[in-house]
Each structure stands twice: as structure tokens, then as C-alpha cells.
């Protein structure tokens, strides 16, 4: 724990931290504290990129306060706004690098590898980051920056009051849900967010907690008079069994289009790591190209609140939304991929409104078409949503609460459910894990797989090891080790590094004579060493077929520092998974 948060956040007294632990009202009166924290920080950065957007652009109310909404910008003083706004990103981001030099944990990672330790420091600077990024104009949204922070501070107080680790988890995810919630004014939506992607399941312990941190959140926008004005939303009517087949068409398109649309960040990435010159002047090429893009159209900036209601108003025709997609598609790549900082979550809604209008008119002359624009505006903005964040039943709630149409959620289940398939089957990923993935991390949701890593060979071996040179007769290893006095003996050679093993019922089964006892060696290149995490051990016992194997400080020394049964390793495995099925089954406090 560094100064700072020891500061922000002192330890809680022993007797709060005792009612924390043991009752589980407590924990949700501490979530409703973090909810309530979560709100403020959707009021507070939400009032800081709105005033940007004023002084920077001179946006005002007629748009509703957003980019997006606007008809058209002075071209010079968008250029240069956001050409100036990605040049102080770059260079604010090479001195993060300088002062901080690791990478920040966002919340998912936080959840499924480091039991939901967050650093708030870190988050903070990715706020900054997020705020200036959306304030200049970048076209992506806040939500990332909102659950960052939020999720930090569920960390942080969570370790104050020394909570459990899986309770941990649940005040990060608690705190990330109590974000989105606030941000779109959608409590059931933001509860779902932070079960199925920052605690990565639901259970009926973790239930109260999140849902009454979604409350708070929501709560303290609503008293501050902060809430998001609605989506109006013309009613999309009932669908016929056409329209169904239309939206099927339509959820698998869209779920097509969000996969080129996060293959297309990937490779806008490393082309921009292709680009020579400084690290810092991306940001700032990046944002020159993109304010030559908002010159054609201002919906390319920001996330584009404005202009996903321009879509449902009826002003957007199919050709323009056309062209608004593939301007927003690209605004939004070059922006990610040159270096700024934010995510898709309000992008890809607003994408999703325009590729389902666009595909819903090309199948209306084949009769299949849902049957309103409305409908399949709805289906095509659930559907991208599902495929970029991956989280069905967050956007089915969501798209209910923003629209609160319930004719409509039986398509809004199906396009959620069919783009979810499509885009596992094909692609794998949701944005966030693609990016993992990309790292090298094996994340695929945020369920707690930590303490896999944590449990590794060094923490299960036995330092104590029998040895004997590799040289000595084996009637003198006979008489040294009679049967019963080992298992096992690990054999050195001359220099004193590892040599093999030796099994003492085939030491003992051979007739005593002068033959070395390195010929009856075994696994002599199968080693553990002490970093290996519990699965790798498994693997290795598995490959050489061994019931032991001897643990070295590394390959090369091969100098023996213990030794490790695959017995042993098979069960604290097993008690690691049970502790963990218990705690997805919300039952870990119960006895055993």
C-alpha cells in the first residue's frame, strides 16, 4: 500500500472491520458507501469533459451539451484542438511511463488475477488520461474511465476494512456496477454489468451488496441532477414472424461488423507502433486525422449520445448511416490505436443503431425486415453491444431501462444471445479479453483464477530431500537406505547438481553389486522449478509420467531445492477448486 492511499484511506477500526467481516448487512452498507463514491465520480468527470467540450468547442446546449450533437464545427478549430489534445496525451502518458512504469490493473484483471487489488493512484491517472482523451474530442467514451476509478475505490475500501478476498471482488465489481448504473441512470443494467464482467458470476451472496451499490450510484446522479436525459424512443411495434427472421439476420451481421471492428483496432495499433518517430507524437497524428474526420461530420466525436438519438428521432437515413458508420468505425480505431484513452461501451451502442438501420432497409424489399426503422435500430445497437463487451444480459436490461419498450425485449434477447454465439464461435473474444489476449493473458472473464497463479511449486514442495552421488555402488545405497526409511532418493553428480531419481522399491529390487545407482536413475531432464504455477506442475507430471519429480532453482544450475508429489499437487488443487465452486455458489462462509 503506497502513502497515498494509506492516507485517503486509513485502516478502519477493529470493531467496523469485525462487523464487515461477519455480517453480510454490513458488507452492503460498505457497498452502499462505494456506491455512492461511484456516483460522484460519474458527476464529477462527466461536469469536467462537458466543460472541455465548452471551452474547447463551444458547445452549448443546443446540442444537449454533447459533440455529437452538433451540425458542423469550425474546421480549423477542430483540427487543432484535437490535433494540440492527442500531442498533451502523448507527452502526459510519456511522463506517467517515467513515474510509473508498470501497467494499471484495470477491474476485470483485477477480479480474475490479483483478488481484486486495485491501486487508486493508477486509476487515477487513467481518469486523467480519460478525461482529457473524451474532452478533446476523441471518439471514444467515459464508461471505462467511470468503472476504472469506481472499481479502485471498491479496492480500497475493501482493504481498509480487510475484507475477505472474495468479498473484495464483490465491492470491485460492486463499484464498477454502481459506475455504469450511474452513468446511464440503469441500476439493473449496471448490477448485471458487474456480475458477468468484473466478478465474472452471480450468487445470491453477492446479490445485495452490487444491487444496492447500483442503487447508490444511481441514487446520488439523480439527487445532484446529473441523470442522462432519455432516449426517445417512437415504439417499435410487436414483431411478425418476418421481422424475427429479420432480426436474426440482423443480430448475425452486426455481430460480423464488430468483429472487423475490433480486428480493424488491432492492426490500427500496430500500424501505429509501425509509425516511426517519437511514442508521444501518435496520439497527436491520431488526433489530426480524426479532426479531418469531424470536419465531414461531428458525430464521429465523443461517444456519440447525441447522435444515437438523431438516429431514433428518424433524422439518419440508410445511406447516411452508411457513412456515419464507417466515419465513427475509423474516428473511433484511430483514436484507441493512436493512443488514447477510453473504451467502446457507448461507441459500440451508437454503432449498433447504425449498422442495424442499415441492414434492417437492405432486407426490406426481401420482406423480412423488422417492422419499423425503430426495431431495427434496437436489435442492431444490442447486438454490437453484446459482441464488443460482451455481456448479454447487461445490454438486454440496459436497452429496457433506456428505452423502457418491453415489446421489444423479446428481439433484444435474440440479438443478444445470437451476436454472443456468433461472436464466440468466430472470434472468441469481447473487446477486453481480445486485449488480454493480446497481452498474453489467459483471461477470458473475470472469475477468480489468482490463486492458480499464486499457488505455485515453491509454496507445496518439501525442502527436505534425501540425496546420494549419482557414483555410489548400489549395495552401499542399500545398506544406507533400507526399505521403509524413504520413497524416494534424489541422486547429485559430481559437481552436486541433479542427476535423477531413484525409486527405493526398484533401488531394493535389484541384487546388490559395485553398478553405479545413476543406472537405475529416472526423469533426469524433468524438473520443477520453484515459479511454476500448479497447473504447469500437473502438465508436467502428467508428460514424464512421474508420481514425484524434484523441484530446482532453475534449468540451467540444476541445483536442488526440494521435491514435489503429484499427490500433493492433485489435492491442494482440488481444495483450491472446491474453495472456489463455493464461492461462486455464494456458500464460502458455511462450515465444511
Known sequence: MNRFQA???PHAPSNLRTLVRGNEIWLSVLAGCVGVLSGLCVVVMTHLTFFMHRMLFGVSGVSGGHLSGLTALPPLRTVAVLTGGGLAIGLFGVMVAKIMPRSPVDPIEANALHGG????????????????SNGVGGSIGLEAGFTQIAAAFGSRIGRS?????????????????????????APVAGAFYAFELVIGSYSLGSLSPVAVAALAGVGVTRSLGSVPPGIVIPSPGTLSWEGTAGAVIISVLTALTAIGLMFCVTQTEALFRKMPGPVWLRPAVGGLIVGGLATLHPSVLSAGHEAMRAVFAGNVTAQMAVVLLLLKALASCLCIGSGFRGGLFFASLYLGSLAGTIYGTLLEPLGVAPDSVTACALVGMSAMAVAVIGSPMTMICLMLELTGSVSMSGATLVAAVLSLLTVRRLFGYSFATWRFHLRGESIRSAVDIGWMRSLNVRRMMRGQVRTLPAETPVNRAQALFPLGSAQRIVLLDGEGYYDGIVHLAELHAVPASQMPIATLALFRNAMLTPQMNIREAIELFEKAEADALVVVEDPQSRQVIGTLTEQHALRRYAEELERSRRSLAGDESLPT
Open 117 to 132: 487489488r486495485m491501486s487508486v493512484r493508477d486509476s487515477l491517472v487513467i481518469v486523467c488520461q480519460t478525461i482529457l
Open 7 to 9: 492516507r485517503l484511506f
Open 161 to 185: 476494512f480487510r475484507v475477505r478476498r472474495e468479498d473484495l471482488r464483490v465491492l470491485v465489481g460492486a463499484g464498477a456496477g454502481a459506475a455504469i448504473g450511474a452513468a446511464f441512470d
